[in-house]
Structures are given as C-alpha cells and as structure tokens.
C-alpha cells in the first residue's frame, strides 16, 4: 500500500524552486503585450472618437445643403405647402457641421473634435465661403420665384452656386477619407508590431480592424446609395414624379445626336393644360397639383416605347421626345382623347367641360450645325397655334431637316 501523500511530499519536492527568470520572462512578455495593447486599443479609440463623427460631418453638411436645394425647388416648382423657414433651417444645419469640423461641438449624434490639419480646415473654410454664396443666392431666388421662372439667369446661377458648393464637399470629403487612410496606416505599422510579438494579438486585432474596416465600408456604401438617390431626384419633378426640364434638355441633346447618326427623323411635342390657371382660381391648387398629376400619368403610359420620353418642361406644360416615330400627329391625337377620357372635370374652361390639353408638334431630321432647342422651339410655336386655333387639338408644325 503506497504511504499517504503527506509523508512523501517532503521527499519528492524538496528542492523545490519558484522559477523567478521564467516569470520574469513571462511578466516582462505580458507587460509589453499589455503595453502594446493599452497603446493600440488607445489609437484605435483616438481615430474611432475622432475622425468617425468627422465623416458624419461631412456628409450632413452635403445632405443638409442637398435637402435646401431640393426644398426651395419644391417650392419654386409651386408646393405652397412648404416654406422656405425649411430652407433656411437645413442651410443653419449645414453651417453647424461646418463649424463642428473647425471649431468641434456636440450634438446628439455625439462629440465632434476639431481638425487641426491646415490643408482640411482650408477645405472647410473654402467650402464655408461657397455655402454662404449658397444661402444669399437662396434667398434672392426665392424673392423672385414669381418673376424668374425656370432658366432664366437667376435660377441657372442659383444651380451653379450649388453645384460649386457641392464640389468643395466632395474635395472635404475625398480630403478626410485620405487623411483617415493615412491614419490607417500609421495604425497598420503599429500591428505590424504586435504580430512580430504575439500571433494570437495580431489575430484579435485583425479581428477589430476588419470589423472597422466593414462599417467603413457599409458607411461609405450607404453614401454611395444617398448620392445615388440625390442624383435620382435631382433629374426628376417633385410633384409629378416624370422627369424635369434638366433631364429633358440632357435626353434631347442625346436624342438628337443619335438621330443625326441614323438620319432619322425625331420628333418632340409640347402639351399644355387648357385653361389651367382657371382651372386653379376655380378648384384651388391642391386640385392643380392632382390634376398635374394624373396628366402625367396619361402621358407616361400613353408613351411607352423605351426611347420615349415624357418630361414637365414647366407650370402646366409637358415635353415629349418621340424618336423615329411613324405619323406621329396621329399618335398625339390619340394622346389628345386619351386626356379628355379621363372625364377630369374643368368648371371654368372655355374649351370643355372636363380637362383638355393643346399639343404643338414639330418632327425634323437633324442636319449639320444645326442645334435642337430648334426643335424645341418649333414645337413651342406650334403649340401657341394650337391654343390661338382654339385649344383641343394637335398643331404639326414645320416638317423636314433641322434648321439652326
């Protein structure tokens, strides 16, 4: 039987000896460690506190900026159940993501340092200054929205100002995602380091920066989805969800160019509501906008081949593109009737007792030199025709090569 443990353990260890060098090894590896771990995890909160509120700046600023453009032209476009203390409160926004990149602040998204890069706060200040022109250029638009229709010089120096600003956000933007990438790789070398001394940290911190590197890339995709969407609305009317007259002027541009490279004939109508401004005294101006609305929708689906476009050139009126089309006169009368069938009641037209609509035609076969807004402008001069010959009706103007 072997004898109890307590009278052998004096025997077996009594040499014993607590292994000081190697735990000194041991404590000293683990300190390192440690110290290399406090000073990663102390970077990685630095960037992480500092620079993530600081892209969110950036693209508020852009966004706030994008929804007063989108607003005031809600209501240039005449929804006059919008105001423009909307406008003036995105564009205060965008000043206040500006001044927290400059100056830092704090909100409920949460504490915005400052930048002390001199390259990037000239950035801001640059675009600053152009937010400014952007604001003064606002307010001079929206005093004269009932004079200064769309195209004229205002209104195209009121997009160009924010095009200007929209420009400088994106350099802000493109600035602080290198400044982030430079920061990244001083972050980088820094694991460089720690994989040298311990594989299993390098794994854990492979680990935080893929998922950091992963919400980077989900942030900087779903900027990607929202500039994508700006871009949706930008070529689209508010109100009638069709396309709007800068879309129309790009289409028909392209249009052109590709019917001057088959010799084809294209062919572009203008169609007004008759009587709309009765129409809106009589019914009040929720009704225009439904009833905009429902022309729209006739039009679009009474124009359904691909190359078709149906675009609201402006108030009452609509645009359409009609490339290579056989007897084009005949498919806007059906157009025509198709508008009176839907039986939309008009009190106070002088034309009929439900909504009609005039239509000016002009169909040319572009030439050399020659420019479509000839084009435009003669389906234009058709359609005054069309409502001086007593409304309700299709005008063909001029047909054959395209002028200057």
């Not at 001083?186 to 919400?215: H, P, T």
């Not at 609201?312 to 056989?326: K, M």
Request: net charge negative.
């Amino acid at each position: 039987m072997p004898a109890p443990a307590q009278e052998r353990e004096p025997e077996n260890f009594p040499d014993f000896r607590f292994p000081w060098r190697g735990f000194w090894i041991v404590a000293v590896t683990a300190l390192v460690t440690v110290s290399m771990i406090l000073v990663s995890a102390r970077t990685g909160h630095h960037m992480t506190a500092k620079y993530a509120p600081l892209v969110d700046a950036a693209m508020e600023m852009r966004l706030e900026a994008t929804l007063a453009h989108l607003w005031l032209e809600e209501i240039l476009g005449g929804d006059e159940s919008e105001t423009y203390d909307k406008v003036t409160e995105h564009i205060d926004n965008a000043f206040w993501y500006a001044n927290a990149m400059l100056h830092g602040g704090h909100n409920s998204e949460g504490d915005f340092q400052p930048l002390t890069e001199a390259g990037m706060r000239d950035g801001i200040n640059a675009a600053v200054a152009k937010l400014e022109k952007f604001r003064e250029i606002s307010q001079k638009r929206y005093e004269s929205r009932y004079e200064a229709g769309s195209g004229t010089p205002i209104d195209v120096q009121f997009d160009e100002v924010f095009r200007d600003f929209s420009e400088a956000a994106d350099a802000v933007e493109t600035r602080l995602q290198y400044l982030i990438e430079q920061k990244l790789h001083s972050f980088d070398d820094l694991q460089v380091l720690l994989v040298s001394g311990c594989l299993l940290l390098s794994m854990i911190v492979f680990s935080v920066y893929y998922q950091a590197e992963k919400r980077r890339a989900q942030t900087l995709g779903q900027l990607k989805a929202a500039n994508q969407m700006l871009d949706r609305l930008s070529v689209t009317d508010g109100l009638t969800g069709v396309p709007n007259r800068r879309f129309l002027d790009e289409q028909l541009e392209s249009e052109w160019k590709r019917a001057a490279r088959g010799k084809s004939p294209l062919s572009v109508a203008m169609v007004d509501i008759d009587c709309f401004k009765a129409y809106n005294d009589c019914l009040g101006h929720l009704e225009g906008d439904r009833c905009l609305k429902q022309i729209a929708n006739c039009l679009r689906r009474h124009c359904r081949r691909p190359g078709d476009t149906v675009a609201r050139f402006g108030g009452e009126e609509f645009a359409l593109i009609l490339p290579d089309t056989s007897a084009p006169k005949d498919f806007l009368e059906s157009l025509r009737r198709a508008v009176e069938e839907l039986q939309i009641p008009h009190p106070c037209s002088e034309v009929s007792a439900n909504v009609t609509v005039s239509i000016g035609l002009s169909t040319r076969i572009p030439e050399p030199g020659a420019h479509p807004m000839a084009l435009l402008k003669a389906a234009d001069d058709a359609l005054y025709k069309a409502k001086q010959g007593g409304r309700n009706r299709v005008e063909d103007g001029a047909t054959g090569s395209g002028g200057s």
